[in-house]
């Protein structure tokens, strides 16, 4: 009889939740519209960032300008804390003479661009390469210094000029956001490749073994190979070509433009500019600006290149590479469930062995729960991918923010899961042990089904956020969804468009994860179900 009426049970609940079915898809798909419209309206709607004309910044008093921290020696921090480098002596100089004060912009390659845009900063610095994608979004000043691409390599690779580099088994490593790297893709075509966030990553990388070879301004990179004098290496001889770096300024702000130019030709003209080089590079520019373009300056410059200050949205270019992002969120995807999977089997046995486990297990546990709780993940995933190697231990991107991931994830559903094996009443596990059920199916059959009840919405919360972290992955090189918008944006400078698109499909990743899992605990665990 009792058996009968589960049945029946089962049969009502089964009825119901199809009778559900369609509303609750109904209702998913309606958050799903009004989140991507409420992404669109941000970006639409947003007011374009007013660009603060020379007159505004006297009044206020303070230049804001962007410098790269982490680009000795164009700028980094000292020992005193303090930003110092070429960079940082040029906006010094400039302030100065136009008589305001400066406030430093720690902005990384790739954000160079976008904060200009966005008007976080007044002026641009960190070698920023005149180029006509460029020149479509912002406006530069006369020249202040060239910059030579040639290759940073090491005595492991043969190879004596660049063109020797364009092999299949090569893999070449560069920073997101710079002109080279769109460059190399037409110049180097077969080797691989491997981007990272920090100058300083490039030449670890190659210490490593994860690279071969930097191609780039050889004089902004050859001072991190000082941290790996071990290491055997080799500058070529042959440049591939030369460029102008400017200083970048808000597009249609003519006023700043027109006097930093005036600024920029005196600085020129009375050898500052040059000695301030000699200073943080101890030799003269390997090839000098022109005269033509200093001269340039001398009255303001010419008019800018056109356009209204201000930012004008353009989603085509985004829209474009939306299989490639869409790629990148099979790979996010492919992470948070490797990671949780992972993640689920040490929580599991972690739990069994702090609730019935003897006191060093469970001191053991403990400390392991302890010490991956209190420290970011990013940390973790740092000491995987960067110190191992060290030790001999070579862990590939993937794999590494994989296991960083599961290991963090494990402390972290150590204490879910516990929860839920508390949870579970003595007289239920008692009454299997009487039915002579073994460990294994007590686990199965009793166990499992109660902590699932129990702890089924924090586990699927803890899955969504895994799909959230895994865009910690874009730092190590990984090309999931995070890590491809910033390859894109890098190359059509269109970042808040490309993020706006990132966002949503975010979203939609979100939205259906925690679809389907509501789907799956209501249909196999019974969460959600009301009684009767």
């Known amino acids: 009889m009792r058996t009968y009426r589960l049945t029946l049970s089962l049969r009502a609940d089964t009825m119901r939740g199809e009778r559900r079915r369609g509303s609750m898809v109904d209702r998913w798909l309606r958050r799903i519209c009004a989140c991507l419209s409420l992404l669109l309206a941000a970006g639409l709607l947003a007011p374009a960032a007013d660009a603060r004309p020379i007159d505004d910044i006297r009044r206020e008093g303070v230049l804001r300008v962007g410098v790269n921290p982490n680009f000795p020696p ?14 940082v002596d040029i906006a010094r100089a400039l302030a100065r003479r136009l008589g305001v004060r400066l406030q430093l912009v720690p902005t990384e390659a790739a954000q160079r661009v976008p904060f200009l845009i966005s008007g976080r900063i007044d002026l641009s610095l960190g070698a920023l390469t005149i180029t006509p994608e460029r020149q479509a979004l912002i406006d530069f000043t006369i020249p202040v210094h060239s910059e030579a691409m040639g290759v940073i390599t090491t005595d492991r690779v043969a190879a004596e000029s660049w063109q020797d580099l364009d092999r299949a088994d090569i893999t070449l490593v560069n920073m997101r956001g710079n002109q080279s790297v769109e460059l190399l893709r037409e110049k180097l075509p077969a080797p691989q490749r491997l981007l990272v966030d920090g100058n300083a990553d490039t030449i670890r990388a190659i210490a490593q ?29 042959d440049p591939i070509f030369s460029s102008l770096c400017a200083v970048g300024v808000e597009k249609g702000n003519d006023t700043l433009r027109r006097e930093v130019n005036r600024q920029l030709h005196a600085m020129h003209v009375e050898g500052e500019i040059a000695g301030l080089w000699q200073r943080w590079y101890a030799a003269e520019m390997t090839v000098p600006v022109p005269a033509a373009e200093i001269a340039a300056g001398a009255d303001g410059g010419a008019a800018g290149e056109g356009g209204a200050s201000g930012y004008r949205f353009a989603f085509g270019q985004t829209f474009e590479r939306l299989p490639y992002l869409l790629g990148g969120a099979l790979v996010t995807l492919q992470i948070a469930f490797s990671a949780f999977s992972i993640g689920a089997v040490i929580g599991l046995f972690g739990a069994l062995g702090k609730q019935y486990g003897g006191p060093a297990l469970r001191r053991a546990i403990g400390f392991y729960v302890t010490f991956v709780t209190n420290t970011p993940a990013l940390v973790q995933i740092f000491l995987l991918y960067y110190a191992l190697p060290d030790m001999g231990i070579m862990l590939g991107s993937l794999t590494a923010v994989i296991i960083g991931l599961a290991l963090n994830s494990g402390a972290y559903l150590t204490e879910i899961i516990r929860s839920g094996v508390a949870s579970v009443r003595r007289a239920e596990l008692d009454a299997a042990i009487v039915l002579g059920l073994k460990p294994v199916q007590i686990l199965w059959h009793v166990m499992l089904p109660h902590i699932m009840r129990t702890i089924f919405r924090p586990l699927s919360n803890f899955f969504v956020w895994l799909v959230l972290g895994s865009s910690m992955a874009a730092l190590f090189g990984v090309e999931e969804l995070t890590g491809r918008a910033i390859n894109i944006s890098s190359v059509n400078l269109r970042t808040i468009e490309t993020f706006m698109v990132v966002g949503a499909i975010y979203v939609v990743l979100t939205l259906v994860a925690s679809g389907a899992l509501t789907l799956l605990g209501r249909h196999a665990f019974g969460v959600g179900r009301k009684a009767g």
């Open 74 to 87: 164009m700028s980094s921090y000292g020992d005193d804390g303090q930003l110092r480098g070429f960079d």
């Open 209 to 237: 073994g994860r690279a071969d070879a930097l191609v780039e301004n050889v004089d902004f990179f050859i001072g991190f190979t000082r941290n790996y004098p071990d290491i055997g290496w080799r500058v070529l001889s």
